[in-house]
Protein backbone atom coordinates (compact mmCIF):
# COMPACT_ATOMS: atom_id res chain seq x y z
CA UNK A 1 0.00 0.00 0.00
CA UNK A 2 1.51 2.99 -1.15
CA UNK A 3 0.72 7.02 0.60
CA UNK A 4 -0.34 8.89 -2.12
CA UNK A 5 -1.53 11.47 0.17
CA UNK A 6 0.68 14.78 -1.08
CA UNK A 7 -1.70 13.90 -4.45
CA UNK A 8 -5.29 14.63 -2.20
CA UNK A 9 -5.99 17.88 -3.83
CA UNK A 10 -5.62 16.00 -7.38
CA UNK A 11 -9.81 14.58 -5.99
CA UNK A 12 -10.86 18.02 -4.87
CA UNK A 13 -12.80 20.02 -7.19
CA UNK A 14 -15.63 23.40 -6.69
CA UNK A 15 -18.25 20.18 -5.84
CA UNK A 16 -16.58 18.51 -3.05
CA UNK A 17 -14.10 21.60 -1.68
CA UNK A 18 -16.43 22.72 1.26
CA UNK A 19 -16.94 19.02 2.09
CA UNK A 20 -13.75 18.05 2.20
CA UNK A 21 -12.78 21.35 4.24
CA UNK A 22 -15.32 20.84 6.80
CA UNK A 23 -13.47 17.06 7.12
CA UNK A 24 -10.05 18.31 6.74
CA UNK A 25 -10.40 20.66 9.73
CA UNK A 26 -11.85 17.67 12.16
CA UNK A 27 -9.80 14.62 10.85
CA UNK A 28 -6.16 13.84 9.61
CA UNK A 29 -7.06 12.26 6.26
CA UNK A 30 -4.26 9.83 4.44
CA UNK A 31 -4.72 8.96 1.24
CA UNK A 32 -3.24 5.48 0.06
CA UNK A 33 -2.90 3.65 -2.92
CA UNK A 34 -3.28 -0.22 -2.56
CA UNK A 35 -3.24 -2.82 -6.15
CA UNK A 36 -4.94 -5.41 -4.07
CA UNK A 37 -7.81 -4.11 -3.68
CA UNK A 38 -10.87 -3.54 -6.19
CA UNK A 39 -12.86 -0.92 -4.97
CA UNK A 40 -12.43 2.15 -2.97
CA UNK A 41 -13.04 2.26 0.79
CA UNK A 42 -12.36 4.21 3.87
CA UNK A 43 -10.93 2.76 7.20
CA UNK A 44 -10.47 4.65 11.00
CA UNK A 45 -7.22 4.53 12.34
CA UNK A 46 -6.49 5.54 15.61
CA UNK A 47 -4.36 8.54 14.34
CA UNK A 48 -6.00 9.00 11.64
CA UNK A 49 -8.54 8.22 8.55
CA UNK A 50 -7.31 6.26 5.92
CA UNK A 51 -8.85 6.49 2.32
CA UNK A 52 -7.68 3.49 0.10
CA UNK A 53 -8.09 3.88 -3.87
CA UNK A 54 -7.61 0.26 -5.95
CA UNK A 55 -5.96 2.10 -8.78
CA UNK A 56 -4.27 6.14 -9.30
CA UNK A 57 -6.83 7.41 -11.59
CA UNK A 58 -8.08 10.53 -10.18
CA UNK A 59 -11.73 10.19 -9.31
CA UNK A 60 -13.60 12.60 -8.07
CA UNK A 61 -16.83 10.65 -7.26
CA UNK A 62 -15.28 7.83 -5.57
CA UNK A 63 -13.02 10.29 -3.55
CA UNK A 64 -16.19 12.03 -2.75
CA UNK A 65 -18.56 8.83 -1.79
CA UNK A 66 -15.73 7.87 0.77
CA UNK A 67 -15.61 11.65 1.99
CA UNK A 68 -19.42 11.08 2.96
CA UNK A 69 -18.69 7.99 5.09
CA UNK A 70 -16.70 10.33 7.32
CA UNK A 71 -19.23 12.84 7.14
CA UNK A 72 -22.52 10.66 7.89
CA UNK A 73 -20.11 9.58 10.89
CA UNK A 74 -19.63 12.48 12.33
CA UNK A 75 -23.50 13.54 12.19
CA UNK A 76 -23.97 10.42 13.94
CA UNK A 77 -23.83 7.00 12.20
CA UNK A 78 -23.29 4.00 13.33
CA UNK A 79 -19.82 3.26 12.72
CA UNK A 80 -19.16 -0.60 11.41
CA UNK A 81 -17.42 -1.61 14.76
CA UNK A 82 -20.22 -0.87 16.64
CA UNK A 83 -22.35 -2.76 14.71
CA UNK A 84 -19.93 -5.45 14.40
CA UNK A 85 -19.98 -5.46 18.16
CA UNK A 86 -23.55 -5.94 18.39
CA UNK A 87 -23.53 -9.24 16.71
CA UNK A 88 -20.15 -10.80 16.64
CA UNK A 89 -21.53 -12.94 19.75
CA UNK A 90 -24.00 -13.99 18.85
CA UNK A 91 -24.01 -17.89 18.23
CA UNK A 92 -26.05 -17.45 14.78
CA UNK A 93 -25.21 -14.01 13.63
CA UNK A 94 -21.55 -13.88 14.57
CA UNK A 95 -21.39 -16.72 11.84
CA UNK A 96 -19.03 -16.12 8.88
CA UNK A 97 -22.29 -16.12 6.57
CA UNK A 98 -24.13 -13.32 8.52
CA UNK A 99 -20.75 -11.54 9.65
CA UNK A 100 -20.48 -11.28 5.27
CA UNK A 101 -24.05 -10.38 4.86
CA UNK A 102 -24.18 -7.59 7.94
CA UNK A 103 -21.39 -5.98 6.56
CA UNK A 104 -23.50 -5.81 3.40
CA UNK A 105 -26.35 -4.30 4.84
CA UNK A 106 -24.38 -1.97 7.01
CA UNK A 107 -22.41 -0.13 4.35
CA UNK A 108 -26.25 -0.32 2.40
CA UNK A 109 -27.50 1.67 5.02
CA UNK A 110 -24.94 4.09 5.00
CA UNK A 111 -25.47 4.86 1.66
CA UNK A 112 -28.94 5.36 2.08
CA UNK A 113 -28.24 8.31 4.58
CA UNK A 114 -25.17 9.19 2.44
CA UNK A 115 -26.80 9.35 -1.10
CA UNK A 116 -29.26 12.58 -0.47
CA UNK A 117 -26.37 14.74 0.00
CA UNK A 118 -24.31 13.43 -2.91
CA UNK A 119 -26.58 13.99 -5.28
CA UNK A 120 -26.97 18.17 -3.47
CA UNK A 121 -23.12 18.46 -4.11
CA UNK A 122 -24.15 17.67 -7.78
CA UNK A 123 -23.04 14.09 -8.44
CA UNK A 124 -24.62 11.69 -10.80
CA UNK A 125 -26.51 9.07 -9.46
CA UNK A 126 -25.05 6.45 -12.06
CA UNK A 127 -21.35 6.85 -10.18
CA UNK A 128 -22.55 7.10 -6.66
CA UNK A 129 -21.32 3.21 -6.84
CA UNK A 130 -18.23 1.75 -9.24
CA UNK A 131 -20.78 -1.38 -9.86
CA UNK A 132 -24.78 -1.44 -11.31
CA UNK A 133 -26.87 -3.60 -10.21
CA UNK A 134 -26.47 -7.02 -11.62
CA UNK A 135 -29.12 -9.50 -11.49
CA UNK A 136 -30.94 -11.96 -13.72
CA UNK A 137 -33.26 -14.51 -13.40
CA UNK A 138 -30.59 -16.68 -13.88
CA UNK A 139 -29.31 -15.97 -10.39
CA UNK A 140 -33.15 -15.03 -9.28
CA UNK A 141 -33.53 -19.29 -9.92
CA UNK A 142 -30.91 -19.98 -8.20
CA UNK A 143 -32.17 -18.33 -4.59
CA UNK A 144 -35.33 -19.88 -5.14
CA UNK A 145 -33.26 -23.40 -5.70
CA UNK A 146 -30.87 -23.18 -2.56
CA UNK A 147 -33.71 -22.06 -0.60
CA UNK A 148 -35.63 -25.03 -1.23
CA UNK A 149 -32.53 -28.15 -0.62
CA UNK A 150 -32.40 -28.19 2.91
CA UNK A 151 -28.17 -28.24 3.26
CA UNK A 152 -28.08 -25.31 1.54
CA UNK A 153 -31.13 -23.13 2.21
CA UNK A 154 -29.20 -20.78 4.59
CA UNK A 155 -26.77 -20.14 1.65
CA UNK A 156 -30.15 -19.50 -0.08
CA UNK A 157 -31.63 -16.51 2.69
CA UNK A 158 -28.07 -15.21 2.21
CA UNK A 159 -28.80 -14.26 -0.88
CA UNK A 160 -31.84 -13.71 -0.78
CA UNK A 161 -31.49 -10.95 1.72
CA UNK A 162 -28.55 -9.65 0.10
CA UNK A 163 -29.67 -9.25 -3.29
CA UNK A 164 -33.14 -7.90 -1.84
CA UNK A 165 -31.31 -4.52 0.15
CA UNK A 166 -29.35 -4.19 -3.20
CA UNK A 167 -32.36 -3.81 -5.22
CA UNK A 168 -34.62 -1.77 -2.68
CA UNK A 169 -31.64 0.54 -2.44
CA UNK A 170 -31.11 1.15 -5.92
CA UNK A 171 -30.25 5.05 -6.68
CA UNK A 172 -30.16 4.85 -10.70
CA UNK A 173 -33.42 5.82 -11.96
CA UNK A 174 -33.34 3.88 -15.20
CA UNK A 175 -32.64 0.71 -13.48
CA UNK A 176 -35.19 0.94 -10.94
CA UNK A 177 -38.35 -0.71 -12.91
CA UNK A 178 -35.91 -3.61 -13.47
CA UNK A 179 -35.41 -3.18 -9.59
CA UNK A 180 -39.13 -3.42 -8.84
CA UNK A 181 -39.50 -6.15 -11.25
CA UNK A 182 -37.09 -8.22 -9.33
CA UNK A 183 -38.00 -7.41 -6.17
CA UNK A 184 -41.94 -8.60 -7.01
CA UNK A 185 -40.30 -12.01 -8.11
CA UNK A 186 -38.17 -11.91 -4.95
CA UNK A 187 -41.31 -11.57 -2.68
CA UNK A 188 -42.89 -14.58 -4.37
CA UNK A 189 -40.30 -16.64 -3.04
CA UNK A 190 -40.82 -16.06 0.47
CA UNK A 191 -43.22 -13.49 1.59
CA UNK A 192 -43.10 -13.80 5.21
CA UNK A 193 -38.76 -12.98 4.93
CA UNK A 194 -39.25 -10.06 2.35
CA UNK A 195 -41.78 -8.38 4.61
CA UNK A 196 -38.81 -8.88 7.63
CA UNK A 197 -36.27 -7.44 5.67
CA UNK A 198 -38.99 -4.64 4.06
CA UNK A 199 -39.74 -3.63 7.44
CA UNK A 200 -36.71 -3.12 8.18
CA UNK A 201 -35.17 -0.99 5.41
CA UNK A 202 -38.65 0.97 5.44
CA UNK A 203 -37.80 2.04 8.97
CA UNK A 204 -34.11 3.11 8.42
CA UNK A 205 -34.98 5.03 5.58
CA UNK A 206 -37.40 6.70 6.94
CA UNK A 207 -35.75 7.41 10.82
CA UNK A 208 -34.14 10.61 11.41
CA UNK A 209 -31.59 9.13 13.92
CA UNK A 210 -28.58 7.49 12.52
CA UNK A 211 -28.22 5.10 15.39
CA UNK A 212 -28.60 2.05 13.66
CA UNK A 213 -28.54 -0.82 16.45
CA UNK A 214 -31.72 -0.10 17.32
CA UNK A 215 -33.61 -1.12 13.94
CA UNK A 216 -31.02 -3.70 13.07
CA UNK A 217 -31.75 -5.09 16.95
CA UNK A 218 -35.20 -5.70 15.94
CA UNK A 219 -34.22 -7.22 12.42
CA UNK A 220 -32.49 -9.40 14.39
CA UNK A 221 -35.03 -10.54 16.62
CA UNK A 222 -37.45 -10.96 13.66
CA UNK A 223 -35.17 -13.07 11.45
CA UNK A 224 -34.42 -15.30 14.51
CA UNK A 225 -37.78 -15.65 15.43
CA UNK A 226 -38.59 -16.86 11.63
CA UNK A 227 -35.09 -19.21 11.04
CA UNK A 228 -36.25 -20.86 14.19
CA UNK A 229 -40.73 -21.17 13.00
CA UNK A 230 -38.82 -22.65 9.81
CA UNK A 231 -35.60 -23.97 10.31
CA UNK A 232 -35.22 -25.47 13.43
CA UNK A 233 -34.04 -29.33 13.43
CA UNK A 234 -37.88 -30.10 14.21
CA UNK A 235 -39.35 -28.59 11.11
CA UNK A 236 -39.51 -30.52 7.63
Known amino acids: MIDITQNIENYIIDKN ?9 KHVIKLFYDQKENSWLV ?6 VEIICPN ?9 HELLHIYIEDLGMTTYESFYNSY ?6 GSFL ?3 LFGWIHNLACHKKMFPFYRKLGFSEYDFVQQRIDYSLK ?8 MKIRKLNMLGIDQFLGIFFALKN ?3 DLDKPKCFKFLKKLRKINLELYDIADKFDSNWEESENLDLIEPFNQFKIDLKKWLVKNYSRGQR
Request: net charge positive; aromatic share 18%; glycine share 0%.
Open 17 to 25: RNLWENLNS
Open 43 to 48: RNKEAY
Open 56 to 64: LEVNYSSFT
Open 88 to 93: RDDSLF
Open 98 to 100: FIN
Open 139 to 146: RHYKIYIL
Open 170 to 172: NVV
